[in-house]
């Protein structure tokens, strides 16, 4: 799996071949495909080629998957006993990415794409929720707690002063 460190809107990203990232807006179109101009670093499983500022040989390409805003980020002035409050908001506008190829110019060979989970059948999802469902009936039901014998109340004393009169 090829590494590369790549700048994009004087920012720096770790690109790996065969994932996305996510970069400030570019103007290109979804589809479209691109090679990064500024390649920082390489690395390549025990092959580490670092650029002194930039590698010139490697190209990283890229191919725009999609446009899309990021978190929302509100800002909330406030002065007390002023009545000011000024609230505002922001969403950053992000460019994804999926790194194509990492490599030399004219080389050629074949991205290793990441493999997704294991997906589990249904059946046998639901088979292993009826089988803990089972499981949990067999078991016996926990006793009630007997609980201790209740005392009778105490008989409230009054705590008025009785008074004598003379």
Same mark, same amino acid.
């Given at each position: 799996?090829?590494?590369?460190?790549?700048?994009?809107?004087?920012?720096?990203?770790?690109?790996?071949?065969?994932?996305?990232?996510?970069?400030?807006?570019?103007?290109?179109?979804?589809?479209?495909?691109?090679?990064?101009?500024?390649?920082?670093?390489?690395?390549?499983?025990?092959?580490?080629?670092?650029?002194?500022?930039?590698?010139?040989?490697?190209?990283?390409?890229?191919?725009?998957?999609?446009?899309?805003?990021?978190?929302?980020?509100?800002?909330?002035?406030?002065?007390?006993?002023?009545?000011?409050?000024?609230?505002?908001?922001?969403?950053?506008?992000?460019?994804?990415?999926?790194?194509?190829?990492?490599?030399? /110019?004219? &080389? @050629?060979?074949? +991205?290793? $794409?990441?493999?997704? %989970? !294991?997906?589990?059948?249904? *059946?046998?999802?639901? =088979? /292993?929720? &009826? @089988?803990?469902? +089972?499981? $949990?009936?067999?078991? %016996? !039901?926990?006793?009630?707690? *007997?609980?201790?014998? =209740?005392?009778?109340?105490?008989?409230?004393?009054?705590?008025?002063?009785?008074?004598?009169?003379?």
């Amino acid at each position: 799996m090829r590494t590369a460190i790549v700048e994009s809107g004087g920012k720096q990203y770790r690109a790996v071949e065969g994932s996305t990232i996510d970069v400030d807006r570019l103007t290109y179109e979804v589809g479209k495909s691109f090679d990064f101009e500024r390649v920082l670093m390489m690395l390549d499983e025990d092959v580490v080629m670092v650029g002194t500022p930039t590698v010139g040989e490697i190209k990283v390409s890229a191919t725009v998957v999609e446009h899309v805003k990021g978190p929302k980020v509100v800002s909330f002035k406030y002065r007390p006993k002023k009545r000011i409050r000024v609230k505002g908001g922001h969403r950053h506008q992000y460019t994804r990415l999926m790194i194509d190829f990492i490599g030399k /110019a004219g &080389e @050629e060979r074949q +991205v290793a $794409k990441k493999q997704a %989970a !294991p997906v589990v059948e249904p *059946v046998e999802a639901v =088979e /292993a929720m &009826e @089988e803990a469902k +089972v499981e $949990k009936q067999a078991k %016996a !039901p926990k006793e009630a707690t *007997v609980k201790k014998s =209740e005392k009778a109340p105490a008989a409230k004393k009054s705590t008025a002063k009785k008074t004598e009169k003379k």
